[in-house]
T-cell receptor, first 111, second 111 residues
């Protein structure tokens, strides 16, 4: 079993939709949770970072962490075609020496 | 400023060539990383430098040789690569080890 599970999609939504992206994990040592956005043939871009259970909002993006269920989510409100990318969840333990990535979810927002 | 720069953007090399990839960050981050990413897969960690010393080598073949000349620079020396080494090579940096900022990557093709 992988330490981090993420549905690879692809996920296709109409413009303006609310998008929900999710990851589950099995390692209870994970304490830091990140979401990266990666456009085709580019490097991953850090979108959201959190280390506690609960919600964190930044513009149209909300990251949610539930440590008791070992489940994290990224919500995108009012999705735009420019949001079309692969979204990677990533996690680290207290040492922070390495990130464990999910497989990435490919998202397409259709105009 | 959270910029990590990488050169070159693209590199084509034969199996007998020697080439180097370069990475630079000016954020004062203490840790720098090399990742390899194949298509539709998450980044795979190769090497970690912490305070300019190699702290993690993920059993990478010796045809990849990392170097950290100073706290801002990271090189990856390539020699006698195989076609299966063709991939996107990503550099990242981090202050605390958990939140990593990625460069745009070097797309390497080995003929």
């Amino acid at each position: 079993q992988k330490e981090v599970e993420q549905d690879p999609g692809p996920l296709s939504v109409p413009e303006g939709a609310i998008v929900s992206l999710n990851c589950t994990y099995s390692n209870s040592a994970f304490q830091y949770f990140m979401w990266y956005r990666q456009y085709s043939r580019k490097g991953p871009e850090l979108l959201m970072y959190t280390y506690s259970s609960g919600n964190k909002e930044d513009g149209r993006f909300t990251a949610q962490v539930d440590k008791s269920s070992k489940y994290i989510s990224l919500f995108i409100r009012d999705s735009q075609p420019s949001d079309s990318a692969t979204y990677l969840c990533a996690m680290a333990d207290y040492s922070g020496s390495r990130l464990t990535f999910g497989e990435g979810t490919q998202l397409t927002v259709n105009p | 400023d959270t910029e990590v720069t990488q050169t070159p953007k693209h590199l084509v090399m034969g199996m007998t060539n020697k080439k180097s990839l370069k990475c630079e960050q000016h954020m004062g981050h203490r840790a720098m990383y090399w990742y390899k990413q194949k298509a539709k897969k998450p980044p795979e960690l190769m090497f970690v430098y912490s305070y300019e010393k190699l702290s993690i080598n993920e059993s990478v073949p010796s045809r990849f040789s990392p170097e950290c000349p100073n706290s801002s620079l990271l090189n990856l020396h390539l020699h006698a690569l195989q076609p299966e080494d063709s991939a996107l090579y990503l550099c990242a940096s981090s202050q605390s080890g958990d939140t990593q900022y990625f460069g745009p990557g070097t797309r390497l093709t080995v003929l």
